[in-house]
């Protein structure tokens, strides 16, 4: 880098977050901050039909996805600095909220610290949207009057985890897992151990608002076998509590078009 693109007048970084993947559900704002975005870094969460809109020549994938190619997160945070210091204006676009389980909060930390402006832009979260697509409110005025977002994959680094799965399970309120598909067996077992009752309702819904969106339903004691046994794969957020037994009553009548498969495990 040239000692006049230090010197010069740093572009902005915006911490864009694309909503559930459905194109039509981008933030105006967001939309046309992608429009104008010199240089667009995204995860892949997002959904292919937000990225494959990105001219290639604009977009750079720095995605990470369970048990495949990583980007570091210092990379990333690198390359926003890197680029903004060129005087870009930078989209760094991630799925879902950028400040929900998505590391926006950090990469601001990183930026401020570099002395870059950034303007964070929210967005739905997919631990509302995905549920709501399927028919299942997080919060309901007879079965949950509280929610709590988990998320289902931590800092590795840890040395033990973060999340009281006990407290949870005391609440008797909603739970939103969010990246933890893989976990499903460690966690569910976890709150029926708590004292969860284990004919509690879940669901789980893959890829929601994408296409060929899949839902599927089950107990705290069946839904590691029907995930299994409806191939659910990530990305997918969990839902836990009465809630997911409501969808029961609204799914004949629910228009989507999302194409949704539906997968209904044991009660």
Known sequence: MSDSAIDAEPGTVYLVGSGPGDPELLTVKAKRLLEAA?????????????????????????????????????????????????????????????????RGGEEAEYLAAHEIPFEIVPAVTSAIAAPAVAGIPVTHR???????????HEDPTKDESAVDWEALAATGGTIVVLMGVGRLPDYTNALREAGMNPETSVAL????????????????ETIVDVRDEEGISPPAVTVIGDVAGTRESTVDFLQTDYGAAESEGEQ
């Open 142 to 152: 007879d079965h949950a009057s509280s929610v709590s977002f988990v998320t289902g």
């Open 205 to 220: 819904i893959e890829r929601g608002t994408w296409p060929g969106q899949q839902v599927a339903t089950g107990t705290l």
């Open 38 to 102: 010199d240089v667009v870094l995204h995860d892949k969460l997002p959904g292919p039909e937000i990225i494959d809109q990105l001219p290639e020549a604009r977009r750079e994938d720095v995605g990470k996805r369970a048990g495949g190619e990583r980007t570091p997160q210092s990379e990333i945070n690198e390359r926003l600095v890197e680029l903004a210091r060129e005087g870009k204006s930078v989209v760094r676009l991630k799925g879902g909220d950028s400040f929900v389980f998505g």
